[in-house]
């Protein structure tokens, strides 16, 4: 019997076989822990995190549930946009695009970033 956890590991494994960075359109990795969510802009051929924000920066930190979620889409798109970089490829890590992920990226698409 899969449990909960054996479940997702699979579904973010059969995400990530299809999803992948380049230099011209980086992948934006998010993923939610119990206390925390967190953003990551990467380059999967440099092997390089161009930028990165969580609940855990200064702005976010008092905010919680979709409401920090907000906040680091905001932060991201902007520390995004001052790496030049607008288009990318969004990686929810096999979690439901509801709630916090979808906060997120909605957030992120109002301030530049395209996907």
Do not use: C, W
């Not at 998010?30 to 702005?59: F, N, P």
């Not at 288009?87 to 929810?92: A, G, I, P, S």
């Not at 096999?94 to 395209?114: M, S, T, W």
């Amino acid at each position: 019997m899969k449990t909960r956890a054996n479940r997702e590991d699979f579904r973010r494994l059969r995400v990530r076989r299809k999803i992948f960075g380049t230099t011209e359109r980086p992948r934006l990795a998010v993923y939610r822990s119990l206390k925390h969510i967190y953003a990551q802009i990467i380059d999967d051929l440099a092997g390089k995190t161009l930028a990165a924000a969580s609940t855990l920066e200064k702005g976010a930190e008092k905010a919680t549930g979709i409401k920090a979620a907000s906040k680091v889409g905001q932060l991201i798109a902007e520390k995004a946009k001052k790496k030049g970089v607008q288009k990318v490829v969004f990686d929810r890590a096999g979690k439901p695009y509801i709630g916090q992920i979808r906060a997120l990226a909605d957030k992120a698409r109002e301030h530049g970033l395209e996907f």
